[in-house]
Nanobody, 130 residues
Framework: QVQLVESGGGLVQAGGSLRLSCAASGRTFSNYAMGWFRQAPGKEREFVAG??????????YYSDSVKGRFTISRDNAKNMVYLQMSSLEPEDTAVYYC?????????????????????WGQGTQVTVAS
């Protein structure tokens, strides 16, 4: 069981930066792939970024819309996941959710389908003003 709590959202001007944090509880955090999703009003929840577990190299994955602007990272010693967001655009405005999914042999570590993730935080609002 993993509980997730996001923080770091807020209002920022276009071109600015924010860093989102996700605090995870549970002693098996290091065995979970972690991801960030977002949901804008009237739209479906979409994959933003994902990261594997460090002992496998901590492979990272990004949606095309954020590649080169966002960076996902994790600190297993602190049970934390981060999303560094730069060059923010009004289109990045959404509620951002942290998600976790156990790493299981024989299946992909990170997937883009929200329903394939087992644990979710409550979300944090990011608003980018033009």
């Amino acid at each position: 069981q993993v509980q997730l709590v996001e923080s770091g959202g807020g209002l920022v001007q276009a071109g600015g930066s924010l860093r989102l944090s996700c605090a995870a509880s549970g002693r098996t955090f290091s065995n979970y792939a972690m991801g960030w999703f977002r949901q804008a009003p009237g739209k479906e929840r979409e994959f933003v970024a994902g990261i594997g577990i460090n002992w496998r190299g901590g492979s990272t994955y990004y949606s095309d819309s954020v590649k080169g602007r966002f960076t996902i990272s994790r600190d297993n010693a602190k049970n934390m996941v981060y999303l560094q967001m730069s060059s923010l655009e009004p289109e990045d405005t959404a509620v951002y959710y942290c998600a976790g999914r156990p790493v299981v042999a024989g299946r992909p570590v990170v997937v883009v389908t929200p329903t394939s993730w087992d644990y979710w935080g409550q979300g944090t609002q990011v608003t980018v003003a033009s």
